[in-house]
Structures are given as C-alpha cells and as structure tokens.
C-alpha cells in the first residue's frame, strides 16, 4: 500500500488547505466583518487544528484504516453506508463546482473567445492523470506546487505595498469583537474542507509513535501556515481597495495583478498569476476526486478505470451545470455553509467520542477480569 511520509502530508495538507481560499477570502471576510475582516481569518482557520488532532488520535487507536472504514467499525454497516453517501455527495459536488471555477476564471480573465469545455477538460485531464498516477505522486507533485504558490503570493502582495492607501484600517475594532467572530464563522468551511480530505488520507499516513507526533505537528503547522498567508492576502487588499471595492471584488487578487509594476517596465502580471492559481485549483480538486474514489472504493467496492471515469463525468456534469459566474460563487457558498460545515463539524467529533468511549468501556470490562485472575 503506498505511504507518505510526515513532511509530504503537512505539505500537500497545506495545498490543499489552500487551495483555492486566497482569491475570495478578502472578499468574504469584508463582507461579514468589514475593515475588522481581516482579523477573523486566523481564528476561523485554527478550527481545523482541534479537528486534526482528533483524526490523528482515530489513526493512533484504528492503524492503517481511513474515517469511513472506522465509522462502519463503530456506528454499523448501515449507518457507515450513509455518511460514506454523504461524505461522497459532498466531495463529488464541491469538486465539480470548483471545475466550473476554473473555466469561469480563464475564460473572463484573459480568454473570453475560448469555449468553457477546453478549460473544463483541460482541468480534469490533469486532475485524472495525478489520481491515477496514485497519493505517493500526489504528494510530490504538491512539494513541487506548493512553494511557487507561497512565492506568488508573496510577491503578489509585495509588489502591491507601494498601492495602499492611509487610514483604510481605521478605525480598528469599531463594533468589538462580533464581526471577527461571524467573519471566522464564514471560513471555516475552508478548514472543514480541509478535514474531508484527511478522513481518508490518514490510511496512508505511518503509524509510528515518533511520526504521530510529527503528524500532529504537522497539522498545527498546516492550518497556520494557511491562515497566515490569507490574513495577509485579506489585509493587502482591504488596504490598497478599501471595505467596499473588497467586498464588490470577489477575485481582487487577480486585479491587483493587473496593478502590479516593476521598475516602470514589467505589468500586467495576473497571467502569472492565474498559473499558480491553475496550479492551486488542480490540487485542490484532485484531492476531493481521491476523496470521492476513497468513499466509493471503501465502503461500496467500486474502484479501477471505470469508476475513475465515471467520477469524472459527473465532474464535468456539476461544472457545466453551473456556467455562469455569480450562480457559480453562490453555489460554492451554500455548500461550504449547508452541507460541508455541518457534516464535518458533526460527524468527527462523534466519531472521535464513541471512539474513547467504546476504548474506555472496554478497559473497564477487562479490569475485573484481571482482578478475578489474580
């Protein structure tokens, strides 16, 4: 069975936690906090770190076996079959949806005459290819990836200093503290989407005590390192657009790639931009297409070529239902807030606390047993 190694599971954690969160991210956060936005990014990310642990902790006590097989352990079969259902819907559906982002991108951005189904096969050739080329690729494929999206982002953000404008942060903390709390409510779906992914990663992740600890590390590290980068991405933007052009902005990271100058003779740099973003968007989506085939293969044995294709059809399927933009974004929203957040919010802590409770249960069954022996 392939494996990964401690160091490419907090990197392609971190991929895919990323994903494709730094183009709305300012854009969300404003609208729910305004110029206090960008505060409620952190503390909204850093829910997934109590999360995390708690898969790991599922690894340590049930080895080698990802979430879906450990709820079919615990709940029943039939019970498992359903949250496997679920758990399939809502990876297959957010995939498709963000299939359909990427055509919408490209073709608004810098190829308006292209048909939409080029950037739709395109995005989905590459994302089969990784998933048939199997995690252990994946995973180096995402070591690749990931610094050259932290490095444009970087350089996004840097380039665009020069830009902001004074006294778009104040006044700071005008309403208290209620629009970084409903702010931190509104992304972490981001976080929850990042926990999807881990409930079947973790079957191929080591079990040893010296890399559960590096594992657990590696979460912390992921979820901050994530929260982090779209604080500031957030923060640029609210200080060089200002509360309402963020908000009106959904994809603002791209407009400021249009802005960006160096030395009076390179502009106009949001195509490199987009390439990163291309590179982002790939990842994310592999890793919800492995999600969905992990679901399938687990609990309904439907795995190989077929079923691969299969997926992918009903990729295409959910990207060309949702063409245009606004309908697109408004969809995303409704299913990071109904259908993924109260899933996982529910489902892992559940699962983690029968687990502690059968484990205890079962301690106390075998001490009078041991006590009689003696």
């Known amino acids: 069975m392939e494996r990964i190694s401690p160091h490419q599971f907090m990197t392609l954690g971190a991929a895919v936690f990323m994903g494709t969160t730094f183009l709305p991210i300012a854009s969300v956060v404003t609208g729910v906090g305004g110029r206090d936005g960008w505060m409620s990014v952190l503390p909204g990310f850093a829910v997934g770190v109590p999360y995390g642990l708690m898969v790991i902790n599922l690894l340590e006590q049930y080895p080698r076996r990802n979430l879906l097989q450990i709820s079919e352990t615990l709940f029943g079969k039939w019970i498992g ?109 981001f976080a929850m989407t990042y926990i999807l992914f881990l409930a079947g990663l973790i079957a191929f992740l080591p079990t040893g005590k010296q890399e559960l600890r590096q594992l657990k590390t590696g979460v912390w590290r992921t979820v901050f390192l994530v929260g982090i980068l779209d604080t500031l991405v957030a923060l640029i933007q609210l200080l060089v657009f200002g509360p309402t052009e963020t908000i009106r902005m959904v994809y603002g990271l791209l407009v400021l790639g249009k802005m960006v100058e160096v030395s009076r003779t390179v502009a106009g740099v949001e195509s490199l931009f987009l390439g990163v973003w291309l ?14 085939n992990w679901g399938l293969d687990t609990v309904f044995g439907l795995k190989g070529s077929k079923w691969r294709l299969a997926m992918g059809v009903v990729f295409l399927g959910i990207a060309f239902r949702f063409v245009s933009g606004p309908s697109l974004i408004m969809e995303l929203g409704l299913v990071d807030e109904y259908l993924t957040l109260p899933f996982v919010s529910v489902w892992i802590p559940t699962l983690w606390g029968v687990s502690r409770w059968k484990t205890r249960a079962g301690v106390r069954r075998m001490e009078p047993q041991s006590g009689g022996k003696r």
């Open 81 to 189: 079959k359903i949250i496997a259902s679920i758990y399939i819907l809502i990876t297959a559906y957010l995939g498709g949806l963000l299939l359909g982002q990427v055509g919408d991108i490209y073709q608004t951005s810098i190829m308006p005459l292209t048909s939409i189904w080029v950037f739709y096969l395109g995005g989905l050739l590459l994302v089969y290819y990784l998933v048939r080329s199997g995690i252990e690729v994946f995973a180096r494929f995402s070591e690749a990836i990931f610094p050259l999206i932290v490095i444009a982002l970087l350089l996004n953000i840097g380039l665009s200093l020069p830009r902001i404008e004074q006294g778009e942060l104040i006044p700071i903390l005008s309403e208290g503290f209620k629009p970084i709390f409903f702010g931190a409510l509104k992304v972490t779906p």
């Open 279 to 292: 590179g982002a968007a790939v990842i994310k989506i592999s890793a919800l297409f492995f999600a969905a």
